[in-house]
């Protein structure tokens, strides 16, 4: 995997040329077709993804059909939550178009930074950041929704 493409990405700017030396030994790179899953919720998945081409849309189950949480681009990621916190997906991943992605296995990921603290430091610094910003748009969705049903309902 090349680096420029790597440094791209918000949890990894902060290493170092060497640390992301080693962190690239640890990424695979797949192709998905348009409408292909890539995970499916309620499954438990075993690596972290990077989208370096391509468009991902997340959606999740509600009742008999599936909702569009997010579309994540160029330099986005997911599977993020069971690195830090193993379970089961909590949405389904699709490729809209031709994507290429990164992908790290959850053990090898852990490992690098349990023998690397320094950049397991910075990644998971990092991690945080993009997580914190997710849930505050997260919240803000939920907080808006609750306003507008509360308004038809008046």
Avoid: C, Q
Avoid at 55 to 67: C, G, I, L, S
């Amino acid at each position: 995997m090349e680096y420029d493409t790597l440094r791209a990405i918000s949890f990894l700017s902060e290493l170092t040329d060497d640390e992301l030396a080693e962190f690239s030994k640890l990424v695979t790179v797949s192709e998905y077709r348009p409408g292909e899953r890539i995970l499916e919720e309620g499954f438990a998945p075993t690596a972290f993804y990077i989208v370096t081409d391509g468009v991902v849309h997340v959606r999740r189950r509600a009742n008999t059909r599936e909702m569009l949480l997010a579309r994540l681009g160029t330099g986005a990621f997911f599977g993020e939550i069971n690195l830090l916190d193993p379970g089961l997906a909590t949405a389904s991943i699709y490729a809209m178009k031709a994507t290429r992605l990164a992908i790290i296995p959850y053990d090898k990921f852990r490992n690098y930074m349990e023998t690397n603290p320094t950049a397991g430091y910075k990644i998971a610094s990092g991690l945080m950041v993009e997580m914190s910003r997710r849930l505050r748009a997260t919240s803000a969705r939920l907080v808006n929704s609750v306003f507008w049903s509360d308004k038809a309902g008046t």
